[in-house]
């Protein structure tokens, strides 16, 4: 969602958490969610991707860390990622080129539309076979 919302609802954080057939990342501080990632399928082998870090968290690498984890994991299961913003939106374009991701960026109906193709993606670490094996 492209809007701030004023409460959360449980059933909003529900659908963030658990979208049908995608899934969702959460960063945490403590005891402190700092940050959310929510991936669900858009339209044949894309996922459209919503991200979220608090503002007392930003700029500290908490969403770079989140979208390495999200295109990794998506890889599994999508070939491209499609993450939309509005264009005062300065972080989307630095985040992506942090996360060490190729992207397409193009203006559509007003938004910035961000496109990261999958193909090649490295296995998350855990899934990674172990040395000697």
Do not use: C, K, Y
Request: glycine share 10%; aromatic share 4%.
């Amino acid at each position: 969602h492209l809007a701030p919302l004023p409460v959360l609802t449980p059933r909003f954080a529900a659908r963030l958490l658990m979208p049908s057939g995608g899934f969702s990342l959460v960063a945490e501080q403590g005891h402190e969610v700092v940050g959310i990632v929510s991936v669900a399928p858009e339209s044949d082998g894309v996922a459209d991707v919503g991200a979220l870090v608090a503002d007392p968290w930003q700029r500290q690498g908490i969403g770079t860390r989140l979208l390495v984890a999200t295109a990794r994991e998506a890889a599994r299961h999508f070939r491209e990622l499609s993450l939309t913003a509005h264009p005062a939106n300065r972080a989307i374009l630095p985040t992506v080129h942090a996360a060490g991701l190729r992207a397409r960026v193009r203006q559509r109906d007003g938004l910035v539309q961000v496109t990261v193709p999958l193909l090649g993606m490295a296995p998350r670490e855990e899934e990674s076979p172990a040395p000697g094996a």
